[in-house]
């Protein structure tokens, strides 16, 4: 459950931010080393801030990043929508294709899971107090207008 109700419980970016969601968690944790960070990042989004993985890394912050991943910029697909795009018009360069997010945090010394089900990703959240150090998770999600996603 998402402390919304406390101050500082759910921070999240106005539009979108691209990128900004991997090292707000980090500033975030370090800034309240006492309160659990949990990043929900879109893998179109983190793509724009995948260096600060080494960061959450190199000072072992206890972040759990949520990978949701779709294989696009799903955001900037629903914004075309919003603003009048047509579903036939393709929305090029939004595509990014199969993304295994295990290897991205490996890369940077990160522990990485993937979550296959609600249950797991229950579980994952669950234990983000005994984190020692950063863990990725990916999650498969749909991709825009429902369009299921083919994990890897």
């Given at each position: 459950m998402l402390g919304r109700h406390r101050p500082g419980g759910f921070v999240r970016a106005v539009g979108g931010g691209l990128g900004w969601g991997i090292g707000a968690a980090v500033g975030h944790r370090l800034g309240a080393p006492e309160r659990p960070a949990v990043a929900v990042l879109g893998d179109g989004c983190a793509?724009?801030?995948?260096?600060?993985?080494?960061?959450?890394?190199?000072?072992?912050?206890?972040?759990?990043?949520?990978?949701?991943?779709?294989?696009?910029?799903?955001?900037?697909?629903?914004?075309?929508?919003?603003?009048?795009?047509?579903?036939?018009?393709?929305c090029p360069g939004l595509d990014l294709g199969e993304l295994d997010w295990r290897p991205a945090a490996r890369f940077f010394g990160?522990?990485?899971?993937?979550?296959?089900?609600?249950?797991?990703?229950?579980?994952?959240?669950a234990a983000v107090r005994g984190l020692d150090g950063p863990l990725l998770a990916e999650v498969a999600s749909q991709g825009h207008a429902g369009a299921p996603r083919v994990r890897p």
């Open positions: 793509m724009f801030g995948l260096q600060g993985l080494w960061s959450a890394a190199h000072h072992r912050v206890p972040v759990l990043f949520v990978a949701m991943a779709n294989g696009e910029y799903h955001t900037l697909k629903d914004t075309f929508d919003a603003r009048g795009g047509s579903p036939s018009v393709a990160i522990p990485a899971v993937r979550v296959d089900d609600a249950e797991e990703l229950a579980q994952t959240v």
